[in-house]
């Protein structure tokens, strides 16, 4: 929990409603956002003072949000050690990334149909981007340094690819839900996605197929095209997607 400097939404909220589930709630929610920012990891300590002295709240709605934590499999107990965040368990993941299928799976129908000019544009100069590093990890040899700005990058743009398809879809409530899901799955798969070239390669491939379907209107298309990108999710993190979520 040391070196905590910002809430889900960059701010401290120190003032919460007086009612104790509503606190309860919000509590949790405080701690899920830093999980999800990646500003508490996997087996990170967290402390009931702690978040107390951060948030200025009692200490009965931080246990019950701790509690329900737990429940969730967000958090875990070591006897008198302390409480520790969860490293991701498979059945979170499977859900988190069923469900961006689905709500993806509409956007992108959505975007096929209201897309605009200036978005595409933004999404080929993206895509361009895309190319052009790996053309040129093709041609040299990149140093541990320049691979991992490299890979900074792209990760970068396949999360910009995918915030502007959903904002495309024109639905801001579906374009909010989904990108909360993206930033779940973003926090337990970490880099995996991109630790080989041909992963890299393949991703790249299928952020054109997608862009090219919304392009032309074609919403089947577009949504059977990045299910079967996000179902490969499953198959990169070792889930076994034959399980119900």
Not at 48 to 69: C, D, H, W, Y
Not at 99 to 127: D, F, N, P, S, W
Request: hydrophobic fraction near 40%; glycine fraction near 6%.
């Amino acid at each position: 929990m040391e070196g905590i400097t910002r809430g889900f939404d960059g701010t401290y909220e120190e003032n919460f409603p007086q009612d104790s589930g509503l606190i309860r709630d919000q509590v949790a929610d405080f701690i899920l956002g830093m999980i999800f920012s990646g500003e508490l990891k996997g087996n990170d300590r967290i402390s009931e003072r702690q978040i107390g002295k951060v948030l200025n709240v009692s200490t009965m709605p931080i246990k019950e949000a701790f509690r329900i934590l737990q429940n969730e499999g967000f958090l875990y107990s070591v006897p008198r050690k302390g409480t520790y965040i969860a490293e991701f368990p498979e059945d979170i993941a499977l859900q988190t990334v069923c469900m961006r299928q689905a709500l993806e799976g509409i956007a992108v129908r959505y975007a096929a149909r209201h897309i605009r000019e200036e978005a595409k544009t933004e999404i080929r100069a993206l895509l361009e981007r895309s190319r052009q590093i790996l053309e040129r990890e093709k041609q040299i040899e990149f140093s541990e340094a320049e691979l991992t700005e490299a890979l900074d990058e792209l990760f970068t743009i396949n999360y910009r690819f995918h915030r502007l398809i959903r904002l495309a879809s024109g639905n801001g409530f579906l374009a909010r839900m989904t990108e909360f899901l993206q930033t779940m799955e973003m926090r337990f798969r970490k880099r995996a996605l991109w630790l080989s070239r041909e992963e890299r390669e393949r991703s790249c491939r299928e952020h054109e197929m997608i862009f090219e379907a919304v392009s032309r209107g074609d919403g089947d298309a577009a949504e059977e095209l990045i299910r079967a990108h996000l179902s490969r999710n499953m198959t990169l993190l070792g889930i076994d997607e034959r399980k119900d979520p």
